[in-house]
């Protein structure tokens, strides 16, 4: 995946976060779309279809990887590792050391922290 950052900006504290936007067409994402909010580009993988949706936070060290989708309002970071074919959405938090992998599905108001793993 290739993605850009707009000039769309969201401030979390004192972290400046940038809404991404596709480069390319993959999965169910065209190119121009616009998705969630990184810290960096190294939040989203470059390889797979994994994206961040809509108001989706994703900052610090934490990663999105393979084929792994973060939405909704969803935030993720710290060192966080959201990968495979995992979901997070709605208010959920993801932080600390916590990974989300295999076909796991974490929403509503979930918080996961510290060195938990969870997978499906």
Known sequence: ICLTQTDEVKRIGDKKLYRIRAAVSFGDVREWDKGGFVQSTANLSHAGMCWIYDGAC?????????????????????RA???????????????GFATITGEAWIGEDAIVSGRQTITE
């Not at 994703?58 to 935030?75: G, K, L, M, P, T």
């Open 81 to 95: 590792k959201i990968k495979e074919r995992a979901w997070v959405g709605g208010n959920a938090e993801v932080y």
């Open 58 to 78: 994703v900052f610090d060290y934490a990663r999105v990887s393979d084929d792994a989708i973060v939405c909704e309002n969803a935030w993720v970071y710290e």
